[in-house]
């Protein structure tokens, strides 16, 4: 197997490590009979712990972007060829498809794990924005601490934890994806595409203004 069909196959098993925990955490909290609805902090460790070890585990084989609104990030900064980054989205929005099925056909009651929250349906504007400002602030720690190599071996604790205060701060408020093919995958599956392109549109545009603030602004001084 070449090194390109292992980094196809590496953001396909990554993307889906990624949709299958997090998603059945978010089940958890709505299902559990311990009457964890509500609790945060089970899909923030989930989703954080699970990034930080496939960026670990995959990072050295892919980069373990994992989400299409980082891929589209370091593609226009130039850190990854669009052939590959195109090849690279497909690969997460498969792996994530697969994740919501594997979930579904588990616990049909659990909405494929979809990650909305309490103003997806009452304020879709709002939860679109508060994605937006989510996923730069997640492009801006991936940029700076591994695109930049800023944080050395440590870029994936760093990584990890930022998507965990996300989803701390705003996982009861839009479900904190972050992700379009996080956002995608369980909303196919569940059945459910209403808010789909306004959170896509707004991860993409994140992503966008990450490398615009951190690829072309915020870079490493020139020695």
């Known amino acids: 197997m070449d090194n390109s069909t292992k980094s196809y196959l590496a953001e396909l098993l990554g993307t889906f490590t990624l949709v299958f925990i997090g998603g059945l955490s978010v089940v958890a909290v709505t299902l559990a009979p311990f009457n964890a609805g509500g609790n945060v902090v089970i899909p923030a460790l989930a989703h954080g712990l ?13 980069g373990a972007h994992v989400n299409p609104a980082i891929t589209i990030s370091l593609l226009l900064g130039g850190k990854i060829d669009a052939v590959k980054g195109g090849i690279y989205i497909v690969m997460q929005v498969i792996g994530a498809l697969i ?7 588990i616990l ?3 909405n494929a794990g979809q990650a909305t929250g309490g103003i997806t349906s ?9 994605e937006f400002i989510f996923t730069f602030l997640l492009a801006t720690t991936v940029w700076q601490t591994a695109a930049h190599g800023r944080a050395g071996n440590l870029a994936p604790i760093a990584i990890g934890l930022t998507l965990a205060a996300c989803i701390l701060a705003g996982g009861v408020f839009s479900g904190a994806s972050l992700n ?4 995608l995958g369980p909303a196919i599956v569940g059945g459910d595409l209403s808010y789909v392109p306004v959170y896509i549109v707004a991860q993409i545009l994140g ?5 615009v603030v951190n ?7 020139k020695s």
């Open 50 to 62: 699970a990034l930080l070890a496939i960026a670990f585990v995959y990072g050295g084989i892919s």
């Open 99 to 105: 994740a919501a099925f594997v979930i579904e056909a």
């Open 108 to 110: 049909p009651e659990g």
């Open 122 to 130: 009452s304020n879709l504007l709002g939860a679109g924005m508060l």
């Open 180 to 183: 379009p093919a996080r956002t």
């Open 207 to 211: 992503g966008v203004v990450g490398w």
């Open 215 to 221: 690829g072309m602004l915020l870079t490493p001084a």
